[in-house]
């Protein structure tokens, strides 16, 4: 846990979006309301219970983090394997906006030397 350079505390979850913050340094991002299309959906008729809110800069950042959400929820990473979602995210005002998500999975590998002998019984460097 980091310590806050300004007062000594440690850093709090703010309960309202989630995110990390230091003493009274915290203004929540804007609010997104967003809503996984599907092809059902008549993008006028959209009510509100149907729609999952998210805090982010902008359109794009919450589109990323509902996906976030999303392949955590069910565990299969559906978006980040191989699966397009159309999201519809409304902003404060109002204003909608469609907009196309996608993911990858990037593998990450580790490569450690080992000590000892090798499979012809000399020694490894």
């Known amino acids: 846990m980091e310590r806050c350079n300004k007062c000594g505390e440690y850093y709090e979850r703010c309960n309202k979006c989630g995110e990390y913050y230091y003493c009274d340094s915290h203004k929540c991002s804007p609010q997104y309301k967003i809503y996984h299309e599907n092809e059902d959906s008549e993008y006028d008729k959209i009510k509100d219970e149907y729609f999952r809110t998210v805090y982010a800069h902008d359109h794009g950042q919450a589109a990323k983090k509902y996906a976030e959400w999303e392949d955590k929820r069910s565990a299969e990473y ?10 519809i995210i409304e902003d404060e005002s109002g204003k909608r906006e469609k907009w196309r998500v996608t993911g990858h999975a990037e593998p990450v590998y580790d490569a450690y030397k ?5 499979e012809n019984n000399n020694e490894r460097d």
């Open 78 to 87: 559906m978006i980040a394997r191989f699966r397009e979602i159309i999201l």
């Open 114 to 118: 080992m000590e000892g002998k090798n």
